[in-house]
């Protein structure tokens, strides 16, 4: 009995110290507790909330708006818009890659090449699956609820007119960088300074909720371009036509504002749609009016003539003697296409006399012919600021050859631009005052203020060179068919073999016009270049002229610039005129 009952006070023992023992554990795991909550809460809360929240916030980019590019109307070239950009993190797929297979079938992407790209990238937390998508598609995508797979807010750029201008325009990459045109000349203005915010994201990734807007972002500016969108579609649409219908290679044509120095109008074929990057091939991409050289023919007479009547030894009736039709200089024939005869000074702009212009030259001092080329910016660029603008060349070889002398006064040995042949025009156009270029609208010339420049001719040479180039556009003249109804027109053709590897190509040309319009107070330039045109017809007159008729006719509707060479029965049904713009006109038939 003694030892039942003392083995039964060992068990009481020892059920209580266990239970102490417990008690004690259970003591202690609170007290453990309690310290790690002060230590967190209390302590070192700064610490852990800061870790909590690098596991859940995050610091994401916000997208800039690009500045729009607008005409001189405020018609939009260049817009804007927001998309979506699907992307992933590698770090959350790379254990579960399977799941991206519904992802890679709807964003058409090969599933084993996404594999061996996160793996590639699996260090990394960010990996774009597609740019840019449409907003059904990033619907979708977000509907699968893939871990990882997440939306970016981003901008991308659309152009309404497409191929019309897409030259000048030029276009930006993906990540709205300019690459061509407008869009990189003022990159720095168009494009804005991306803002920053503070997001949470859920385990998935995805960002669940904005926090703060650290920086907000700056949208870049707007542009304002000289071009009149009307316009520029006019001449796009004509210079097509011809580029067609002629089977040539190419084709540019530029129309100049001519108190401003303004590009109203630039268009280039063969073109592409900015909106499809596929068809941006570098012989479609380059602005051809800008960046491709050409030697000008007949075009450069005018300002043979120029440098002839400033030099004082000639006047516009001034007899020149063509016959027997050719000459030769330093063992070089040089010839016309028939026996023109003695003729007066404008008779060899009408008549486009490579023997009247060579004698004229040649009774010049060098210095005298070749300043005259130098001063109309012939051989430099014209300072337009529009990227990889040529400069042509104007060789000084001619100061001390004879025959080179010659070949300069027809535009042989002389390289140009559609555009530096279009501002060296529009000097004879302004009264002898070369006015600098440019692709930006000034509000301040909006009333028809003139923009300052420089003298490099006299006014009275101007307007003399424009009388004698009326007589080029009638029906004597190679120009016959720049005409534009109940307007006087001042202009000149050129047809030039076109130089290949060894030489002049003898069956390939260059057509080429340049004119003014109203002839007596001109208003607008332009130059049209048709390279190489392969159906039948290829002179000047004959390619490019028409042309310049098609888009002055257009022009003077559009601007509302006022006839000037309408007869005394048209006048009688014609309302009263503002200083060089209509202010009523009825029933008058500018196409007839």
Do not use: C
Request: glycine share 8%; charged share 25%.
């Amino acid at each position: 009995m003694k030892t039942y009952r003392r083995n039964q006070r060992k068990q009481l023992a020892s059920m209580a110290w266990r239970r102490i023992s417990v008690m004690f554990v259970f003591l202690f795991l609170a007290t453990a507790l309690v310290a790690k909550t002060l230590d967190m809460q209390i302590l070192h809360s700064e610490f852990f909330e800061q870790q909590g929240d690098a596991r859940q916030l995050r610091t994401v980019a916000i997208s800039a708006h690009r500045g729009d590019i607008v005409d001189r109307h405020g018609e939009p070239f260049a817009v804007s818009a927001p998309v979506n950009s699907v992307w992933v993190n590698p770090k959350v797929v790379q254990d579960d890659l399977a799941s991206l297979k519904s992802v890679a079938r709807l964003l058409s992407i090969d599933f084993i090449s996404l594999k061996e790209k996160i793996k590639r990238y699996s260090h990394r937390e960010f990996l774009y699956l597609k740019r840019h998508a449409s907003p059904e598609l990033a619907d979708k995508v977000m509907a699968l609820n893939v871990p990882g797979v997440s939306l970016l807010n981003e901008y991308r750029r659309y152009y309404p007119s497409g191929e019309v201008a897409a030259h000048v325009v030029g276009f930006s990459d993906i990540d709205d960088n300019g690459q061509e045109g407008i869009e990189l000349a003022f990159d720095d203005w168009l494009k804005g300074v991306p803002g920053k915010k503070r997001v949470i994201r859920d385990r998935l990734g995805r960002a669940v909720a904005d926090i703060e807007r650290i920086k907000s972002a700056q949208p870049g500016q707007e542009i304002k371009l000289s071009l009149d969108k009307r316009l520029q579609y006019v001449t796009y649409r004509t210079l097509k036509a011809a580029v067609l219908k002629h089977d040539a290679v190419a084709g540019s044509a530029v129309v100049l504002d001519v108190r401003t120095g303004e590009v109203l109008a630039m268009a280039n074929l063969p073109s592409f749609n900015v909106n499809d990057r596929k068809q941006m091939r570098p012989q479609a991409t380059r602005n051809r009016a800008v960046t491709d050289v050409f030697e000008p023919g007949s075009t450069m007479k005018p300002f043979t003539i120029a440098a002839a009547l400033e030099s004082g030894r000639w006047k516009p009736f001034y007899k020149v003697e063509t016959a027997p039709g050719y000459m030769y200089v330093k063992g070089n024939k040089i010839q016309d296409h028939k026996n023109y005869g003695d003729m007066d000074v404008g008779g060899v702009l009408e008549k486009s006399s490579n023997v009247g212009i060579s004698k004229i030259a040649l009774t010049m001092d060098a210095e005298q012919q070749w300043s005259m080329y130098q001063k109309l910016g012939f051989g430099v660029v014209t300072g337009s600021g529009f990227p990889g603008e040529a400069s042509g060349q104007l060789s000084l070889n001619a100061l001390t050859n004879d025959f080179e002398r010659a070949s300069l006064a027809f535009g042989y040995g002389v390289s140009v631009t559609s555009l530096q042949l279009a501002h060296a025009y529009s000097a004879i156009a302004a009264d002898g005052v070369l006015r600098p270029i440019n692709f930006l609208y000034d509000e301040k010339n909006a009333n028809g203020k003139l923009v300052d420049g420089q003298r490099v001719m006299s006014i009275e040479t101007a307007r003399a060179v424009r009388k004698m180039m009326k007589r080029v556009v009638t029906d004597k003249g190679t120009g016959k068919r720049a005409k534009v109804a109940n307007y006087s027109v001042a202009g000149k053709t050129g047809t030039v073999h076109k130089f290949v590897a060894g030489g002049y190509a003898k069956d390939r040309y260059l057509s080429i016009f340049a004119g003014m319009v109203p002839a007596d107070k001109p208003e607008l330039v332009m130059v049209v270049m048709i390279d190489e045109p392969r159906n039948g017809e290829h002179y000047g007159g004959e390619v490019a002229a028409p042309v310049f008729s098609k888009v002055m006719s257009g022009a003077m509707r559009l601007l509302d610039i006022a006839p000037d060479s309408v007869s005394k029965n048209q006048l009688m049904n014609v309302g009263k005129y503002t200083r060089g713009r209509v202010m009523t006109v009825a029933g008058l038939d500018h196409d007839k």
